[in-house]
């Protein structure tokens, strides 16, 4: 119930009076296998939560976890993403890549809720000194190279696909949606077979046409053809029609303006024939009767010339889910929290508590499906009811310690809340503090 560390998880289990020592020994020893937890999340997605013959959503990212231990493994001074635009902070921390899969309620423009598969330890090589042996710097270019972040994010791209071959979907097209960081060379030119990846782009990209190999002359063929505008001209060009798409986004479908650029070619991609889609921003108000502001515009580059737009388009904006992981994994399941030191300790601790989350939030879509949200805890009276609304990670962790201490303490969930709640004053409500007790916050 306080911070998020391997004793705080022995005293909630009421396991304070008894040996610690095999529970320390189960992260720091390596006798658990966080990989099968999520081989296991994988095989249920494929199977029972995404429909047959079609596409799996992927989603990729990087994370840091702060750190005050200068002895921690893996730990280094990183750049401080939440930091301003006029300042680069630097922050001591762990990084680590996460993949999830967003699961859609429905097909079409609808909302989703991301399920991490995946959280890898993704440290840099340590730096020897200067009047270290030259043997000891080549090592180190060496294991920069393997260790940096784009061929990390590759090799969990090939890992991801390499597992859902494994749970009976080879013929099924794996799409990932990544940020800006994976949009290069590395991650492109190692790109999988039956994956498609759709990445943010600059503004300034230069683009090229496809060669025209009718015209044969001496020398090597030609793999780029005329120069193309940039992202930011396509924008601005009249030759270039808008197109209207519906996607979920922000809370609700919007109709999103684009234009698309289809059969283009871009130098860190080689050979491939690509997409490049530019949307338009969205128009909003502060309040009702503020001015009317515009969001950035956003360029994004698809690996695909035949999928439909409107599919790229939602696909990447269910990228936002996996922001949304990182926010309930830290804040609320305590992941990095842990004080732990050597190095499988450091890799295998966060990776649980992401793979116990991974496993809360398909048990709370098994149960949505059948019950609806009749299972949930009522909410607040300032809360506005609505039936569609999705259960937020809080509650669905408020509903799991309510069904466990209620068996605890032999108390009929079902009617703890009752309708003198909502009708009487405080003053007179009948032991309220059991009620409390189930809708606190941590």
């Known amino acids: 119930m306080g911070r998020h560390t391997i004793t705080g998880m022995l005293t909630a289990n009421g396991s304070q009076f008894r040996d610690w020592t095999s529970t320390y020994r189960l992260f720091n020893q390596g006798r658990i296998d966080t990989s099968e937890i999520f081989k296991n999340i994988i095989g249920t997605i494929t199977k029972e939560e995404t429909k047959p013959n079609k596409a799996v959503y992927g989603l990729l990212d990087d994370t840091l976890l702060k750190k005050t231990g200068k002895k921690v493994s ?30 859609p309620e429905k097909d079409g423009a609808s909302r989703s809720r991301a399920i991490p598969v995946d959280f890898y330890h993704a440290p840099t090589a340590k730096k020897p000194k200067k009047n270290s042996p030259d043997q000891e710097w080549k090592e180190y270019n060496e294991t920069q ?18 597992q859902l071959d494994c749970h009976g979907a080879k013929d ?41 190999t009718s015209k044969k002359g001496v020398g090597r063929n030609r793999v780029y053809g005329d120069r193309l505008p940039t ?81 790229i388009l939602q696909a990447y904006l ?58 949930m805890l009522p909410r607040a009276k300032w809360n506005k009811p609505d039936e569609n609304d999705r259960q937020s990670t809080m ?28 009708l009487q004053s405080g003053g007179f409500l009948v032991n309220p ?4 007790c189930f809708y606190q916050q941590t």
């Open 172 to 212: 099924r097209t794996l799409i990932m949606n990544v940020d800006g960081s994976y949009t290069n060379e590395t991650v492109f030119k190692n790109l999988p077979d039956r994956v498609i990846l759709t990445g943010r782009i600059r503004k300034d990209a230069a683009f090229y046409s496809i060669p025209d």
């Open 433 to 436: 503090l059991i009620s409390a």
């Open 395 to 422: 509650e669905i962790v408020n509903m799991f310690r309510t069904q466990y201490w209620a068996r605890s303490i032999n108390l009929n969930f079902d009617h703890f809340v009752a309708n003198q709640y909502e």
């Open 74 to 103: 893996g730990t280094a001074w990183r750049r401080d993403p939440l930091g301003p635009r006029f300042r680069t902070n630097l922050i001591w921390g762990q990084r680590f890549i996460q993949t999830s899969i967003a699961i």
């Open 145 to 162: 190279k393997r260790t940096k972040l784009s061929q990390a994010g590759i090799e969990r791209i090939e890992h991801l696909r390499h």
């Open 318 to 375: 269910w990228r936002w889910e996996i922001e949304v992981n990182f926010r309930d994994e830290k804040t609320i399941m305590g992941c990095g929290q842990t004080q732990v030191v050597k190095s499988k300790a450091v890799e295998r601790a966060p990776a649980f508590i992401v793979g116990v989350y991974a496993l809360m939030l398909l048990a709370a879509i098994r149960s949505t499906r059948c019950n609806g949200n009749k299972n």
């Open 231 to 311: 992202p930011e001209q396509i924008r601005q060009s009249d030759d270039y029609p808008w197109e209207q798409v519906r996607a979920w986004g922000a809370g609700k479908v919007h109709e999103f303006d684009v234009k698309v650029v289809r059969e283009v070619r871009w130098k860190k991609a080689g050979k491939q024939d690509l997409t490049v889609i530019v949307i338009r921003p969205l128009a909003y108000r502060k309040t009702k009767k503020s001015k009317i502001m515009y969001r950035d515009p956003v360029y994004l580059i698809c690996t695909s010339t035949e999928i439909d737009i409107e599919e």
